[in-house]
């Protein structure tokens, strides 16, 4: 398989399976649905769409967002149309393939109020850092004339993952690994991470069924915000010299949010 992936490093894959735990795939497979779920409402979209806002900034609370989704309860538009632009953004990704052309529309229901329309589901042509509260660069992501091919390599990789055999483990490390990979191309303008936790849960669910949409990775990044993003940065400060050898804490994490 390594010959015919163009830019997923698999170096840690071995040692990854090697120390796999079975309390991950028992937890997986316990996963059920919560009994507030109904036809027109999600429960665990709502958790992955507050959270994976939360990790950005967004001041919402779960409760309030079920409140609003599920009983109709009138808020401000500004306290939660980010997060209903995310929601709707799993949704459709629930019942669509994993693509190029499904990913950009869902970055286009991500960064519905984010972003200019004309950068909607478009790849960023400017320079991109990632910066932290206090004004220090600590992240120079790829620069704008490799963002095009790096992402064909990425899908090329995805498709070839799709129709590959993979063990329950592999599904596991591929998913977080093309969430890293995503986050250090980082192809928006915005809306970067919140499509990368999508695109994580979106290829486990394709590879391992329906389910997979009851994890709750996003709020486990979020209750560990600190370890998510030093787990991150721990690969280096430029896209061109990142250290993939280093990204093992990182590609727990998914696993940890399962049990």
Not at 50 to 61: A, H, P, Q
């Given at each position: 398989m390594s010959k015919s992936l163009k830019i997923l490093p698999i170096d840690l894959l071995n040692e990854y399976v090697k120390n796999f735990s079975a309390t991950t795939k028992n937890g997986f497979e316990n996963l059920t649905d919560s009994e507030l779920s109904?036809?027109?409402f999600s429960f665990y979209t709502s958790v992955s769409a507050?959270?994976?806002?939360?990790?950005?900034?967004?001041?919402?609370?779960l409760d309030s967002f079920i409140k609003h989704k599920k009983l109709a309860v009138k808020f401000k538009s500004d306290y939660t149309r980010k997060i209903d632009d995310l929601y709707d953004a799993y949704l459709f990704a629930q019942k669509n393939t994993l693509n190029k052309k499904n990913l950009l529309k869902a970055h286009s229901f991500v960064t519905k109020n984010i972003l200019q329309k004309s950068q909607q589901g478009k790849f960023r042509a400017g320079i991109m850092y990632v910066i932290t509260d206090s004004g220090k660069i600590e992240y120079v992501a790829a620069a704008p004339q490799m963002v095009e091919n790096e992402m064909k390599k990425l899908f090329s990789d995805i498709e070839t993952l799709l129709k590959t055999d993979l063990t329950f483990e592999e599904v596991f490390?591929?998913?977080a690994m093309l969430h890293l990979?995503?986050?250090k191309i980082h192809?928006?303008?915005?809306g970067n991470g919140r499509t990368a936790r999508l695109l994580e849960k979106?290829?486990?669910?394709?590879?391992l069924g329906e389910k997979s949409w009851f994890i709750q990775s996003e709020r486990y990044y979020y209750?560990?915000?600190?370890q998510y993003y030093n787990t991150i940065r721990k690969l280096g400060l430029e896209y061109d010299e990142l250290n993939y050898a280093e990204a093992m804490p990182f590609l727990k994490l998914l696993l940890q949010s399962v049990g």
């Open positions: 109904v036809d027109n507050v959270f994976s806002s939360k990790i950005e900034g967004e001041n919402i609370e490390f591929f998913a990979v995503f986050v192809p928006f303008g915005d979106w290829f486990i669910a394709q590879k209750d560990n915000y600190q």
